[in-house]
């Protein structure tokens, strides 16, 4: 099956810096999709990409479409230390909605 | 405004026992789907449903099946589980924009 990889897998960074993290495929999606997950809950949305080329942003966080359709980026500007978490890339074409995640990056930001 | 809830939050059970989790949504949408998490491997898909009565297998359907009998419930079971099978199971509903789903809380499962 289709399958993303997602990096880098881990990262430890000081508060307000910028961090960067990006997604791969060898298959092309439709939309990509990037979540936020904190310890003991569910992830969360934070940003839905349609085009490629297609540039986002949700406050501090930007991501992209990459131009192929194959990979994606995110960039969280100005760190804080509520952004520790497991961020995902998600990958989806169907009606059905499937969606493929990466294995996520862990971010750690120290005050 | 929880929109989904999953349970049991928590469960411990015994390898051979039969399981079922529960997903409960509020939204009315059609799509609804069960992931498992576990270290490694990220968030995989192990069955979705595209309306009442209406399944698919994901990439891990082995041992388990579901059933949707009404819009609002869509239940996960693990016929006999085993030890491969803990993990922590998350139910997720999708609308149409922004395609995103919105996951319920988890359920952490442990099969000794």
């Known amino acids: 099956g289709q399958q993303l990889n997602q990096s880098p897998q881990s990262m430890f960074i000081q508060e307000g810096e910028d961090v960067s993290m990006n997604c791969t495929s060898s298959?092309?999606?439709?939309?990509w999709l990037w979540y936020k997950q904190d310890p003991g809950e569910g992830p969360v949305l934070l940003i839905a990409?349609?085009?490629?080329?297609e540039l986002t942003s949700n406050g501090r966080l930007t991501a992209q479409f990459g131009i192929t359709r194959k990979d994606s980026f995110l960039n969280i500007s100005a760190s804080i230390p509520s952004d520790v978490g497991i961020y995902f890339c998600a990958g989806q074409n169907t009606n059905a909605g499937k969606s493929t995640f990466g294995d996520g990056t862990t971010l750690t930001v120290k005050p | 405004d929880a929109g989904i809830t999953q349970s049991p939050r928590h469960k411990v059970t015994e390898t051979g026992t039969p399981v079922t989790l529960r997903c409960h949504q509020t939204?009315?949408?059609?799509?609804m789907y069960w992931y498992r998490q576990d270290p490694g491997h990220g968030l995989r898909l192990i069955h979705y449903s595209y309306g009442v009565k209406d399944t698919d297998k994901g990439e891990v359907s082995d041992g388990y099946s579901v059933s949707r009998s009404k819009t609002e419930d869509f239940l996960l079971t693990l016929e006999s589980a085993t030890s491969s099978q803990t993990s922590v199971y998350f139910c997720?509903?999708?609308?149409?924009?922004?395609?995103?789903?919105?996951f319920g809380s988890g359920t952490r499962l442990t099969v000794v």
């Open positions: 939204e009315n949408h059609r799509y």
């Open positions: 990409l349609y085009k490629a080329g």
């Open positions: 997720a509903i999708r609308a149409a924009l922004p395609f995103g789903y919105t």
């Open positions: 298959s092309i999606f439709n939309t």
